[in-house]
């Protein structure tokens, strides 16, 4: 088992940054690939960002590449997502999820993935 939990979010200005964390235990961290994942009120979920278990790949969504950056430190067992310019279509609740796995892709569907956390609110205000 692997538990997730998500930090950071909060209410921020359209064109300014965020920086959420996700802290995983249960498991060794370096056999796991991360992403985040987004959705907002009546939407589906939609791929954020991924990295692979040795941080090596990354993987973004359309909507985010160029402005948001996904990292891992394994010291700490802990992924973040820095987003930069964020836009109020930016918001949305935030998940990180996990997947066990030996080999070094990101992954970028939720069906891939085994370990949810509860996720975390970000709003952003025009």
């Known amino acids: 088992q692997v538990q997730l939990v998500e930090s950071g979010g909060g209410l921020v200005q359209a064109g300014e940054s965020l920086r959420v964390s996700c802290a995983a235990s249960g498991r060794t961290f370096t056999q796991l690939a991360m992403g985040w994942f987004r959705q907002a009120p009546g939407k589906e979920r939609e791929f954020v960002a991924a990295?692979?278990?040795?941080?090596?790949?990354?993987a973004y969504g359309d909507s985010v590449k160029g402005r948001f950056t996904i990292s891992r430190d394994n010291a700490v067992s802990t992924i973040y997502l820095q987003m930069n310019s964020l836009k109020p279509e930016d918001a949305a609740v935030y998940y990180c999820?996990?997947?066990?796995?030996?080999?070094?892709?990101?992954?970028?569907?939720?069906?891939?993935?085994?370990?949810w956390g509860p996720g975390t609110q970000v709003t952003v205000s025009s």
């Open positions: 999820a996990a997947k066990w796995t030996l080999n070094s892709a990101p992954y970028n569907t939720p069906d891939q993935y085994h370990y």
């Open positions: 990295i692979s278990r040795n941080g090596a790949n990354t």
